[in-house]
């Protein structure tokens, strides 16, 4: 890795947010000036670094800090997403991944209860004629899935990646990450609680069908091997601890939550179980971000570890991806065993497909299924995909198809 000066790029090197923010105070009158300065206080991070002979001033939203320059740059070089400086302290400052506390912040701002959202229609509806016996299902294999699939996410960002990343503003929001999946197995208790669903019921559909168990051994088979004394100055090692990041962030919660989001919206969308879609909707906001956050983890380390990337390492994570297509395939099928009003299991079966390319070009990786289209434009609406659009403006280094990014906006998800 090249040594970085300590310069205002350092710290903040988000120039295009604030280039974008000097455009538009331009093209603004003085008074919405004022306005839109006091909303960015509290929904963005304007940072500015004034460094003299021996101090570097950085100021943080609202907050200006006064670092010692030869430390700061110390603690800065010092910082690595593994193998870097083992520290009792929670030094998040100086910062080097800005895009982590970043994300940290808009997580934050993003916080949502359960509780806060009607369940009484959902309750209705639940109780009434009006549910077909394969809307019903799709709920209980919602409910029944992600109760636990929640709870395997949490737990292998606490007791792997979290674990192993040495940088304390990575371990900053792998924690909000964490406790974010706290909120999402929450919401499907009070979903439970609501209905007046049999827990045991959930429960047994998590160990009883087959494709359910099937997906999670998936997942859990690999975060279970990572809990050892790993050295990750090994290549194989670091590549393994890749693959987990890559399996979880883009396989797991990037592609095969998605069959039962785009379910459970389809009924949202015909004003069924509103409550419950609404908790979706948030869940999915929730999800789109962690799903960056392991994609910008997975691409920093392999920055800064370019030994992982190998032509072999590559096609590993393709073929994982493609297991992960067939897994989610199947269960998509056990979910809709007849078409409903609006659902089959072909559109759906393509969807992932479409997700699933999405999710290898963003990390670099060439896509499976090309020529695949999005059977459901419409979820563009309901999923919280800006980010994304803007990740891909952004962020791309490897994948040079430019073609294919060229063509994915908002519209096409
Ligand atoms: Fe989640
Ligand atoms: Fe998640």
Redesign the pocket.
């Known amino acids: 890795m090249s040594k970085i000066p300590l310069t205002s790029e350092v710290f903040f090197p988000n120039l295009r947010l604030a280039a974008r923010m000097m455009a538009f105070y331009l093209r603004s009158a003085l008074f919405h000036h004022i306005i839109l300065l006091f909303m960015s206080a509290t929904t963005t991070i304007p940072t500015t670094n004034i460094v003299s002979a021996n101090t570097t001033t950085v100021t943080l939203g609202t907050r200006t800090f006064t670092l010692d320059k030869e430390k700061a740059e110390a603690a800065f070089n010092a910082k690595r997403v593994i193998n870097g400086k083992d520290t009792m302290f929670f030094n998040i400052l100086p910062l080097k991944y800005t895009w982590a506390y970043d994300l940290y912040k808009t997580m934050k701002n993003n916080h949502w209860e359960p509780e806060d959202i009607p369940m009484q229609k959902d309750v209705e509806q639940w109780r009434s004629n009006e549910i077909s016996d394969v809307e019903r299902w799709i709920i209980k294999m919602g409910i029944g899935y992600f109760s636990a699939a929640?709870g395997i996410?949490g737990d292998n960002v606490l007791h792997v990646v979290r674990e192993v990343v040495t940088a304390p503003e990575l371990k900053l929001v792998l924690g909000r990450h964490a406790h974010?999946?706290n909120i999402?197995a929450d919401s499907l208790v009070y979903m439970i609680s609501s209905l007046g669903l049999n827990p045991h019921e959930c429960e047994a559909m998590f160990e009883d069908i087959p494709t359910i168990t099937e997906k999670n051994h998936f997942v859990v088979s690999n975060s279970r091997a990572m809990r050892r004394d790993i050295d990750l100055t090994k290549t194989e090692n670091k590549q393994s601890l890749a693959k987990n990041i890559f399996l979880f962030g883009q396989v797991m919660e990037g592609t095969q939550f998605y069959g039962l989001f785009g379910m459970i919206l389809s009924l949202y969308r015909q004003n069924k179980f509103p409550g419950i879609g609404q908790m979706f909707r948030y869940?999915l906001r929730?999800?789109s971000n962690?799903i960056e956050v392991f994609r910008n983890l997975l691409m920093d380390l392999v920055d800064e570890n370019p030994d992982i990337w190998t032509e072999e390492f590559r096609e590993d994570l393709r073929a994982t991806m493609s297991e992960g297509i067939r897994l989610e395939k199947k269960f998509i099928r056990d979910c809709l065993p007849v078409a409903s009003i609006g659902l089959n299991s072909s559109d759906f079966e393509e969807y992932i497909d479409y997700i699933a390319d999405r999710r290898l070009i963003s990390c670099g990786l060439a896509p499976l299924n090309e020529s695949v289209s999005n059977p459901f434009p419409w979820l563009a609406e309901m999923m919280d995909i800006k980010k994304e659009q803007n990740f891909f403006e952004g962020r791309v280094t490897e994948y040079q198809k430019s073609s294919a990014l060229g063509q994915i906006d908002d519209d096409d998800l």
């Open positions: 929640e996410v974010e999946e999402h869940t929730d999800e962690h």
